[in-house]
């Protein structure tokens, strides 16, 4: 069993269940062109990754940096932890490297076991790819229950891991991005769906 250290009651397909923290997690911030993104993980993988929308867009004042740095937290690194910082490092600055970089370990337990929402997510991440896009209704099919495509949008709604699983590859099939982060960051993914095309086309 995969222990979670939030205390947190996740949604596994309709069930819940209380995960009792034994893993003591570190966390880091950075200051992304998305804004705030804070990573947290223990020795075992990375648990979370939370892009923090602190403030609306037409409020910025500021403007945002044009790569990925660290805010808060590098003294309390860990090694999965500090893999996961390379990876997003890398994604903003030259995302057509991740595809050669290790991904760090995960340890959250929607990625683990053997429940749609944790066969969703591992087939996005190992199928869909920098500068591509699937619909709800195919990635369903991709997971092995075509009529689920309802569960796929739950499904990407409780990933833990965004950007490194990338949900925001994951469209209407008509072709319209779809909600992100419950509609309140739409505009981040039409911002990663456009970072990544001129990414792959250049």
Same mark, same amino acid.
């Given at each position: 069993?995969?222990?979670? #250290?939030?205390?947190?009651?996740?949604?596994?397909?309709?069930?819940? #269940?209380?995960?009792?923290s034994l893993c003591a997690q570190k966390a880091i911030s950075l200051l992304s062109p998305l804004g705030k993104i804070q990573v947290s993980a223990c020795e075992?993988?990375?648990?979370?990754?939370?892009?923090?929308?602190d403030v609306a867009p037409t409020e910025r004042t500021d403007e945002p940096p044009q790569s990925c740095v660290v805010s808060e937290g590098r003294a309390e690194s860990s090694p999965e932890l500090q893999?996961?910082?390379e990876w997003l490092q890398a994604y903003f600055s030259e995302p057509w490297t991740v595809g050669s970089l290790p991904l760090p370990a995960f340890h959250h337990p929607a990625?683990?076991?053997?429940?749609?929402? #944790?066969?969703?997510?591992?087939?996005?991440?190992?199928?869909?790819?920098?500068?591509e896009t699937v619909s709800y209704k195919r990635l369903a099919e991709m997971a092995g229950n075509p009529r689920a495509s309802r569960a796929v949008g739950g499904a990407m709604r409780r990933n833990p891991v965004p950007l490194l699983v990338p949900c925001h590859r994951v469209i209407t099939?008509?072709?319209?991005?779809?909600?992100?982060?419950?509609?309140?960051?739409?505009?981040l993914k039409q911002w990663l769906l456009s970072h990544e095309q001129l990414r792959k086309e250049g």
């Open positions: 069993m995969v222990k979670c #250290s939030t205390g947190q009651h996740f949604l596994n397909d309709g069930e819940m #269940s209380q995960r009792e075992n993988g990375v648990h979370t990754i939370q892009i923090i929308m893999r996961c910082v990625l683990h076991g053997d429940t749609f929402t #944790s066969r969703v997510l591992q087939t996005l991440l190992r199928d869909v790819k920098m500068g099939s008509s072709g319209q991005s779809g909600p992100y982060m419950r509609g309140k960051g739409n505009h």
